[in-house]
Nanobody, 128 residues
Framework: QVQLVESGGGSVQAGGSLRLSCAASGYTYSSYCMGWFRQAPGKEREGVAAIDSDGSTSYADSVKGRFTISQDNAKNTLYLQMNSLKPEDTAMYYC??????????????????????WGQGTQVTVSP
């Protein structure tokens, strides 16, 4: 019943911007902890940004100051605004969520083990 669908990926030059969206169905975002993850070929999945049900956020050191996670509860949509993109940001980006009542939501939001629900991903490619 719970589904997450990412969109907004594409190809940009270094220094450009993209905004990723994650549309949810079956629940309201305000009742969940959520995050964005990425995985490039040959690399481990990496936590990019996370937001708790109380609105607190966290970011990977590699994206601090460049990426912003936010949510629009009225639209049940999660966003990742990505500015000053670098070639090393190239990856498949995934949206993830879990019920805020789950004990896992009290852990580090950048740990993939926190989440029970995942989207299919959207590709981001940044050229030099």
């Amino acid at each position: 019943q719970v589904q997450l669908v990412e969109s907004g990926g594409g190809s940009v030059q270094a220094g450009g911007s993209l905004r990723l969206s994650c549309a949810a169905s079956g629940y309201t975002y305000s009742s969940y902890c959520m995050g964005w993850f990425r995985q490039a070929p040959g690399k481990e999945r990496e936590g990019v940004a996370a937001i708790d049900s109380d609105g607190s956020t966290s970011y990977a050191d590699s994206v601090k100051g460049r990426f912003t996670i936010s949510q629009d509860n009225a639209k049940n949509t999660l966003y990742l605004q990505m500015n000053s993109l670098k070639p090393e940001d190239t990856a498949m980006y995934y949206c993830a969520a879990n019920d805020r009542r789950a004990p896992a939501c009290d852990a580090d939001g950048l740990d993939s083990r926190v989440y029970a629900y995942w989207g299919q991903g959207t590709q981001v490619t940044v050229s030099p």
